[in-house]
């Protein structure tokens, strides 16, 4: 498990020999890969491991290089919420709010954004009574998932905003390979799901992602919300068959507790905030890096043209056979999902040579029909 932080090259990190006693560090090494320890909070040791190439577990920012705090490397019991205060000081970051349970997360952030608040601001809650999901979707949100809301305020025009959803998809992506957790995969445009062999490329759901855009003081941001299927709760599925996900058929749950070493999985039964952090770090981490690569790329380019190499790489049902349905289940095209261009739209060439371009604001995809 990893908290994602950022420090400039050749700075120093601050430690803090306790919560409210910072102490300097020596200055990073410069060979990369090697853990060494940056912190002592409590008594405890935590590690950090450099990396040169982030990919797939987070980008590059600048001159900036982002670290992991591993905390498998953690011991002497430090409790969660130490950690999460922790993840937050070193990555200069609000500290997250965690509720017992809420009608909305993005409710309760669009709220935080209106009134200014800062870039990284997150509402986390163990229990949604009104959740949602794309195009108005139901979200079950019972006791046993991860229900997160960041809000971000990345430095573009607002009209690249829309291509926030791939980059917080991106983001949730990082932080279940830094958990551990293998078998994962993103489906068009940005829910998180394991495919089950090549007959069924989308398998189940992991997680989905719900962006907004609000106005306030400060400007223009964006809401990222994703709700994360954990752990089975004491009542079974966390989103249950009667739930569709705009697909004309609705996806099993996914749980990542299935897929992390089993040294790993009581983590997310005991470290709800410790949780969070990861997939929150890594979420605005990768706003941050996209919305620095676009300021350097043409407008003409399309908003998700630096998330692209990274996201195709990771879309399940790349140059399989799929069916797009509309919301209402009315099916709109067969054939190969040959990619995502960069302003978010899938291409489908049908057994005619003809290309549809389907935007996901109309429609989503699933398996294709055999023989049809």
Request: net charge positive.
């Amino acid at each position: 498990m990893y908290i994602y932080i950022h420090v400039a090259e050749g700075s120093r990190i601050p430690g803090h020999s306790s919560m409210s006693n910072p102490a300097a560090l020596t200055a990073l090494p410069d060979k990369l890969g090697s853990d060494y320890p940056v912190a002592r909070v409590m008594g405890t040791v935590v590690c950090v491991r450099r990396a040169s190439c982030l990919r797939p577990r987070g980008p590059c920012l600048g001159t900036r290089r982002i670290l992991f705090i591993d905390l498998a490397q953690v011991r002497l019991g430090m409790g969660e919420r130490t950690l999460a205060l922790l993840g937050a000081m070193m990555n200069g970051l609000p500290g997250i709010r965690v509720v017992e349970v809420t009608e909305s997360t993005n409710d309760d952030a669009m709220h935080l954004g209106r009134a200014g608040a800062p870039h990284g601001s997150t509402v986390v809650a163990r229990r949604q009574t009104l959740g949602r999901g794309r195009r108005g979707h139901v979200w079950v949100s019972p006791a046993g998932g991860l229900y997160l809301s960041v809000l971000v305020r990345p430095q573009v025009p607002r009209e690249a905003l829309a291509a926030i959803s791939v980059a917080t998809a991106l983001g949730a992506f990082d932080a279940c390979l830094s958990l551990g957790a293998s078998g994962v995969a993103l489906k068009w445009p940005n829910d998180l799901v394991v495919p089950v062999g090549a007959e069924n490329p989308f398998g189940a759901k992991l997680a989905g992602i719900l962006v907004e855009v609000g106005e306030g003081p400060e400007g223009a941001f964006a809401v990222c919300g994703i709700g994360v299927n954990l752990v089975r709760g004491d009542r079974g599925a966390i989103c249950p068959p009667a739930v569709r996900d705009g697909m004309a058929a609705p996806l099993p749950p996914a749980y990542l507790e299935d897929l992390l070493p089993e040294a790993a999985r009581h983590r997310l039964r005991d470290g709800l905030c410790a949780t969070a952090t990861v997939f929150r770090d890594a979420m605005v981490s990768r706003v941050d890096a996209w919305a620095c690569a676009l300021g350097q790329e043409p407008s003409c380019a399309g908003p998700l043209s630096p998330l692209l190499p990274d996201y195709l790489s990771h879309l399940a049902a790349r140059g399989r056979s799929v069916l797009a349905v509309s919301a209402d289940g009315t099916p709109i095209c067969q054939g190969t999902l040959v990619s995502v261009d960069a302003f978010g739209k899938a291409h489908v060439i049908g057994g005619d040579g003809h290309v549809t371009v389907l935007s996901s604001e109309l429609c989503s995809l699933r398996p294709a029909v055999p023989g049809a």
